[in-house]
């Protein structure tokens, strides 16, 4: 069993007892989520597709830590002009572990 639901405006496939990384969530470490906006449910015969959204249908999880990611290195040259700049970034994320799936 599967489906596709919404989290902050990105889109994940998800199925139970696996853990993902999400965009950030204000959600403390060990709360309980559950995810309204599914687009897609499978059970391996059948498959609901919503439009947008499947009625009754939602996501179960929790949260299990929250960090930053990678860091991405941003270098901006412009050549035979003495021109570097060197910047980096990291997103926060947040990870959970789905525990179930409904609909």
Same mark, same amino acid.
């Given at each position: #069993?599967?489906?596709? +639901?919404?989290?902050?405006? @990105? @889109? /994940? &496939? +998800? #199925?139970?007892?696996?853990?993902? @990384?999400?965009p ?5 470490? !060990?709360?309980?989520? *559950? /995810?309204?906006q599914?687009? #897609? +449910? $499978?059970? !391996? $015969? $059948?498959?609901?597709? !919503?439009s ?5 249908? *939602? +996501? ?6 929250? !960090?930053? $990611? &990678?860091?991405?290195?941003? /270098?901006?040259?412009?050549r =035979?002009?003495?021109? =570097? &700049?060197?910047?980096?970034? =990291?997103?926060? /994320?947040?990870?959970? =572990?789905?525990?179930g799936?409904?609909?």
């Amino acid at each position: #069993m599967y489906a596709v +639901v919404k989290i902050k405006e @990105q @889109q /994940f &496939r +998800v #199925m139970p007892d696996t853990t993902l @990384q999400v965009p950030l969530l204000s959600d403390e470490v !060990g709360a309980k989520l *559950s /995810f309204d906006q599914v687009l #897609m +449910v $499978s059970d !391996g $015969s $059948s498959v609901k597709v !919503g439009s947008p959204i499947v009625a009754g249908a *939602s +996501v179960k999880a929790e949260v299990l830590a929250h !960090g930053l $990611s &990678r860091k991405v290195v941003i /270098f901006k040259k412009k050549r =035979r002009k003495n021109y =570097r &700049r060197k910047t980096g970034h =990291r997103q926060p /994320f947040t990870q959970i =572990r789905i525990t179930g799936i409904t609909g």
